[in-house]
Each structure stands twice: as C-alpha cells, then as structure tokens.
C-alpha cells in the first residue's frame, strides 16, 4: 500500500469512529427531507476530477496536522505517570495546551497537556510558586469539565511536589469529552483569603479530530444470575489508554461485600489484563456499572470475560456451642469462623470473632438461659494480616444482656462466592 492510500484507509477508519449526537442527526434528517426532491445539479466530468483531487489533498493535509501533533510529547511528568500512560506519553500521543492562570494567591496554574480517547479525558498542569504551595495544594475541589455536548466528570487524580514545596505535577482524569467541542473549560473551586470557597474557570483549546482512535467498541448483552439478581455486561470499548466494561445490574446485597466487581476478569489471548479501577452508579433508573482494564495487545487472537467470583449468599441458621475452651474454628459454609472471646461488660455481653475479610454475617444472635438475644452492634472492627499473608477481618459484637451466652446462631452470610462463569467476545 502506498503512503496516499495508507491515508485515505486511516481517514475512512477515523470517520467511521466518529457517531454525531442525536439532535445532531436528527437536524440533518429534517433538512434533507425538507430538500429530498429538490433537482440534483450535474456538473461536467472535470469537476469530478478536480474534487477527487481536492478531497485527496485535503485527507493529506489533515494527516499531516495529525501526524505532527502524534510527535508531540507532555515533557515534565515522567515521574507522575507508568505503564501505558508512559508509553503513550514517550511515543508522543498527548496534545501540548500551555494554558495559564494566576490563581488568588498569586500561584500559577499552567495546563501543560491532554490526551483524549473515547473512554477518557486526561489533563497534565502544573502549579507553581515561588513563595510555596501550602494553600493551593486542594485548587482542584471538585474539577469539572464543560465545552459543547461536553459535561465531564472528575474520576480521579494524581500528583506530586518539589522538595521546597513551590511546584506541583498532576495529573487528573475525566469522562470523555464530545468529539465535537472545540474548546473547553475545566471549572475549579479555590481558597479565598476569608477562608471561603471561590469557584473559577480555564478555557482551553481542544482539537477532537486528533484524539487516540478507539481500536475495539462491540456489544456483548450478555446476563448472569446470582445468588441474589443478576448482573449484565452490556458493551465493550478498547482505547489506547484503557478498556473500559459497561454494564447493568439490580442485585439486592451487592453492597455487604467490598469490591465485589474485582472477581470479574478480562482475559485477552489467554491472560489477564490488568484490572485499574470499577465503580457503580445507582438512580432512579437503576444500578450501572464500569470495569476499567489495561490496554488490549495490539495482535488480537481471543477475548474473554471471566466471572471468577462475585457477591454470593448461603443460608446457613447454623447454631454454635460458645464453648471458650474451643480452639478450633466453626466451620459456616465455605468459610471458617473462629470465636477469639466472650466477655461481659455494664454493656453487654461481647463476642469477638474472626472471619476472612470477604465475609458479612446474617442474622447473627446468641441464645442465653433466658432466650435468643438478637446482635445489637458491632462495636470494634479491625483488619489482621495473617503470617501467611492473608487478610482476617475481626469485629466485636455487642449483645444487650448480662446473662451468660451459650450458642450463637448464624441465619447466613455475604460473601464473594466462585462461579467460574465464561463470557466469550467475538474479536473479528
């Protein structure tokens, strides 16, 4: 292939990539049907020539701009960032910004850089003062990113400082920004000399047609039932920067567990990538989620999501002798539970136990000569390393009565259970 198709194959990919907003089609639609039988006006067989030639010359010159923009690297933030941000830094995939403000307290802020994809926004700025940072370390409360079609929220951040406390590298990451917008304005809240909040504003170029290009975007809409719902991994997008899961949920005790998603694996040419991050978001239309992944190998043969574990419930109404010579643990269904005390107080009876770090009891109560006494708090939680190297969760729980326990009874428990669920992700 020569250099000019080589062009036009990269262009024809970069347009097919790019979806207009809704309203924006929808306007387009009306004014086409407003115009549908209108005469086509028909030219002589040279213009076609000419406006082959233009859209050629046209394509190379817009390339061009891209190629030169590619050769562009973010200098001053090597340290900050690893992995494939690094790679894609040192192979010049960042946009220079260089815009720059002086805050209240006479620090500069300068926005050295960008890099853009479909899944995410990333800003490199630096703050600077020769009198020391003390009160501008915090001038990002509560970032925010606005431009057309664009309203991008803060997903996390980064940085670090000089020695003399006057400079400051950081680095923040925001939802993708509209392939459309031209300029942008990060909106930010900075200490005033009252000690109140000031909100205030950047504006900064921004150049959609040289954002990293997605690699991989693909439905999946496949469910998977649970002990308790189900959950259903709607789509995946592949980027330079990341790969990013979307889904839906409506499980009723995803919550009694911490970091439930982290079971789930992506499994590309038969190993794990990376996981970098998940969250939820909950509303009035239901329970989303995200996966975030390292990048995809660029030689593509297999993909895979893999539920290794995820939140799960056994019902146990298992019942125990509080037996304080018992050395060995209480076997509750998959997992184990050991009784490390029992000790009376003008609060109480306390019953200390350990279980591994992923499980949440249910319904838990002691019985004593005078009957069953439901659990009234947990009182003490604390996380133990064992010496080999798994992590014990251990908690006291409060029961309200001074009598003697002598069983305690379990109705169930929380806890991440192995499903071993395969999602195959057809990668042609």
């Known amino acids: 292939m020569n250099d000019i198709e080589k062009l036009l194959s990269d262009e024809h990919n970069r347009m097919d990539s790019i979806t207009a907003p809704d309203e924006l ?40 701009n891209a190629f030169a923009y590619y050769g562009k690297k973010i200098f001053g933030f090597d340290a900050l960032i690893d992995g494939t941000l690094l790679e894609l830094n040192e192979a ?37 003062n020769p009198s020391g940072l003390e009160n ?11 431009g057309f079609l664009t309203n991008s929220n803060f997903n996390s951040g980064t940085s670090i400082i000089n020695d003399d ?3 400051v590298k950081g680095m923040m990451t925001f939802d993708p920004v509209s392939p459309f917008a031209k300029k942008l304005t ?34 999946i ?18 980027t330079p920067t990341m790969t990013l899961i979307k889904g839906t949920m409506n499980v009723d005790n995803f919550d009694r567990v911490s970091s439930a998603l982290d079971g789930i694996e992506l499994i590309a040419n038969e190993k794990a990538i990376s996981m970098i991050g998940s969250g939820r978001t909950t509303s009035y239309k239901g329970t989303t989620f995200e996966i975030k992944y390292d990048v995809l190998p ?66 838990v109560s002691i019985v004593t000569i005078n009957g069953v006494v439901p659990l009234n708090t947990t009182v003490k ?41 395969e999602i195959e992700i057809p990668v042609k």
Do not use: C
């Open 92 to 128: 010049g995939m960042g946009q220079s910004v260089d815009a720059r403000k002086i805050l209240l307290d006479g620090t500069e802020l300068v926005i050295d850089g960008i890099m853009s994809d479909a899944n995410q926004f990333i800003m490199y700025y630096t703050l600077s």
């Open 221 to 238: 809409n496949e469910s998977f039932k649970v002990d308790q719902g189900s959950i259903t991994f709607k789509s995946i997008t592949a």
């Open 136 to 146: 501008s370390i915090d001038v990002f409360s509560r970032p925010h990113i606005n």
């Open 381 to 421: 939680q604390d996380t133990i390393k064992q010496a080999d190297g798994t992590i014990m969760k251990e908690r006291t729980l409060l029961f309200d009565t001074l009598n003697e326990p002598q069983y305690i009874l379990i109705e169930g428990m929380h806890y991440m259970k192995t499903y071993n669920y």
């Open 298 to 363: 660029k030689e593509l043969n297999s993909l895979q999501l893999v539920i290794n574990e995820f939140v799960g419930y056994e019902k146990l109404e298992a019942k125990f002798s509080l037996d304080s010579n018992r050395n060995e643990p209480f076997k509750i269904g998959e997992k184990k539970l050991w009784l490390n005390n029992i000790s009376t107080s003008s609060n109480g009876v306390e019953v200390t136990i350990a279980t591994d770090e992923d499980v949440m009891l249910d319904g």
């Open 186 to 219: 990060l909106s930010y809240w900075q200490n005033a000399s009252n000690a109140q909040m000031v909100e205030d504003s950047i504006i900064f170029d921004y150049y959609p047609d040289k954002a990293m290009q997605t690699e991989i975007k693909k439905k």
């Open 165 to 167: 406390q006057t400079e």
């Open 25 to 64: 089609e929808s306007r387009l639609r009306n004014a086409l049907d407003k115009n549908a039988y209108k005469k086509t006006k028909r030219f002589p067989k040279g213009w076609k020539v000419a406006a082959v030639v233009l859209i050629m010359t046209s394509i190379v010159s817009y390339n061009y």
